[in-house]
């Protein structure tokens, strides 16, 4: 199964993610959104950083999530490669997530940076769930 | 399409609805989609239709929908599809009655650009060029992680996002003069910290004075050619001048401010039931108080750009009086302007015959007032609002004033720059970054940048021609053309 593709999209970069389940799915995002900026496949991770989130439906599930990484990688200089969702879940009225990431210290000697992605947008976003698994589309302003 | 206008069969994209009543204006009627309250304008020549996407076009008619809106939701001739508003969207919403959206300012907030002159000529700088960039490159921090030599304490970042640029001139990033020559003096009033989040404090605080990354620049020019010898002379420009332009933003704590406030305003949506065709225009009443956080919270990103570029500003002036061996009185780098392209201000504009206080968003778009008005700099007041727009990469900016037709068709609006037509993966897949590096020197350009596919993404051949997009404001009397810069040398980030 494809993890991830990209569509054209003129000012800034949009892209698909798939899997077999929203966690699946959500951690794809995640990877899809890093590679953007930067080739992850020679990153050899080193930091665990975990997440905790909760938003009233999906799709702003999505956009936290992306946008928590955005975050903990400017601050704490860390690029990411490799996400795991544990969990999402409903409880009452919102929804929650549990996640991992993991990446290695930011080196500007090492790491060649593509496009920088400066944050996650609500533009053409969604969550389709459907008996085959789940899409997740997002917008990310580069 | 309607081609009620009698002209020359124009080539383009065919949108359904549509029309085109003048020249250099296309018309989106409210029955283009549901929920429109007003008539979309898109201000367009013919071949600027020709690169006009069916996507821009939905999101002026989206921005259509939203409540208060006055008179259109517009968008200028650089216009490209954007995410909430296009980029080049223009729209007033009643003070009282209309919304405040994050949506039509952007991630990068109060992202804009200063243009400094000089008393030095092309010809000072010959066989320099490299020499400076070089020195500028590294007085300037570029590109991602980049981090600067200030560190901004809580009680300064306060500082700044309350006073903006005030700030960075008290603590000798400058002199006063910088401030009368900047949009609002370098600040818009009713900054408010206590709506910036500790996240967007903790991306602020090690990001003063650094450019980012993408389309952000600082370039050396000179001025080419003079249109308007009035104006020229008011804004102390002259033929053969060398200039120095400097264009980024926010940075983190802008991105992060918006981030924050989308996603409580995305919440607010469904409280105030305001019914949206595209989420990111998530918005609230002016009045309330999810809505006047947000704009205490962009005021004071908007303060800390212009905090930023005057202190990048005064890092590159220790540049240049370092590499020519000169003082600042021989330099004379003085700020000629400096304006906002993406903000939202709370003006007072004449709405069907009457004074109306309204929030005017300009995502991707500059403000243009004409002469005679209040908010034009003293020095200027005579000649009209410099309005700067930035080429792309190799390609001439320009030097207008904004003109009284502002007023009337577009809310004291003019373009901001190029607009892409080209995404930056299909600009890595037709460019290559040394090549174009390569053309550009061959036309005596330097290019230096942090990331070397910048340049790629960042090709002339992405974005349309900027003085096609010029010469449509000169011609619909927004802004008439002061004078045409060429570049020497560019810094990206």
Same mark, same amino acid.
Do not use: Q, V
């Given at each position: 199964m494809k993890k991830y593709e990209y569509i054209e999209h003129t000012a800034d970069a949009r892209f698909k993610a798939f899997g077999k389940t929203a966690e699946e799915a959500f951690a794809n995002a995640a990877q899809a959104m890093f590679n953007v900026m930067i080739d992850t496949s020679g990153i050899n991770p080193q930091i665990t950083e975990y997440i905790e989130l909760q938003a009233p439906d999906l799709e702003n599930l999505l956009v936290d999530w992306l946008s928590e990484l955005l975050y903990l990688f400017e601050v704490n200089m860390v690029v990411f490669s490799s996400f795991e969702v544990f969990a999402i879940e409903k409880e009452g009225d919102e929804y929650l997530l549990s996640a991992k990431a993991e990446g290695e210290p930011l080196d500007l000697k090492k790491h060649i940076f593509d496009t920088e992605v400066k944050a996650v947008t609500y533009n053409d976003l969604g969550v389709q769930i459907t008996s085959q698994g789940v899409t997740v589309r997002i917008t990310v302003d580069t | 399409m309607k081609r009620g206008f009698d002209r020359m069969d124009t080539e383009g994209p065919e949108i359904e609805g549509l029309e085109r009543i003048d020249n250099d204006i296309w018309q989106i009627p409210t029955?283009?989609?549901? !929920?429109?309250?007003v008539p979309g304008r898109i201000y367009l020549s013919d071949k600027l239709f020709t690169n006009l996407e069916k996507e821009a076009v939905d999101q002026v008619a989206n921005v259509a929908t939203l409540p208060g809106i006055q008179k259109f939701s517009m968008a200028m001739p650089d216009a490209h599809v954007g995410y909430g508003?296009?980029? !080049?969207g223009v729209a007033a919403f009643d003070a009282e009655e209309g919304v405040i959206s994050p949506g039509g300012v952007g991630f990068d907030i109060n992202c804009g650009v200063r243009l400094i002159r000089s008393n030095l000529e092309k010809s000072d700088v010959d066989g320099k060029v490299n020499d400076l960039l070089d020195s500028l490159f590294k007085a300037v921090p570029s590109g991602v992680g980049s981090k600067s030599r200030i560190r901004a304490s809580e009680s300064e970042l306060e500082a700044i996002f309350t006073n903006g640029s005030r700030w960075a001139v008290e603590q000798g990033y400058g002199v006063e003069a910088d401030l009368t020559h900047c949009e609002g003096e370098g600040c818009i009033e009713g900054g408010d910290p206590a709506q910036v989040s500790a996240k967007a404090r903790k991306r602020g605080r090690p990001q003063l004075g650094t450019l980012g990354s993408g389309n952000h620049f600082l370039e050396l020019q000179y001025v080419d050619e003079i249109y308007d010898p009035v104006a020229a002379e008011a804004f102390n420009l002259k033929q053969g001048q060398l200039t120095f332009m400097v264009h980024c933003g926010s940075r983190g704590a802008g991105h992060q401010v918006c981030t924050d406030h989308l996603r409580h305003l995305t919440r607010a949506v469904q409280k105030y039931k305001i019914d949206l065709p595209d989420k990111q225009l998530a918005c609230a009443p002016a009045q309330s108080e999810e809505a006047q956080a947000y704009f205490g919270a962009m005021a004071s990103a908007a303060n800390y750009a212009w905090t930023n570029r005057q202190i990048i500003m005064h890092h590159c002036r220790e540049v240049f009086e370092q590499q020519m061996k000169m003082d600042s009185d021989e330099l004379g780098l003085d700020l000629v302007y400096d304006v906002a392209h993406n903000v939202a201000k709370l003006e007072e504009h004449n709405v069907n015959g009457g004074k109306k206080q309204v929030y005017v968003h300009r995502k991707g778009a500059t403000r243009a007032f004409p002469a005679g008005h209040p908010d034009v700099p003293q020095a200027y007041r005579d000649v009209g609002q410099p309005v700067l727009i930035p080429g792309s990469m190799g390609t001439p900016s320009y030097v207008l004033c904004g003109k009284q037709a502002a007023m009337d068709v577009s809310f004291g609006s003019a373009c901001h720059g190029a607009g892409r037509v080209m995404s930056r993966s299909g600009a890595k897949r037709t460019f290559r970054g040394e090549q174009i590096q390569k053309d550009l020197s061959g036309q005596g350009i330097s290019v230096k940048a942090a990331h070397p596919s910048v340049i790629a993404e960042e090709a002339p051949g992405v974005y349309k021609s900027s003085s096609e997009v010029v010469d449509v404001v000169h011609r619909l009397g927004i802004a008439g053309k002061v004078a045409k810069l060429m570049p020497l040398g560019v810094v990206k980030g």
């Open positions: - | 029955g283009y989609k549901p !929920g429109m309250r508003f296009p980029i !080049g």
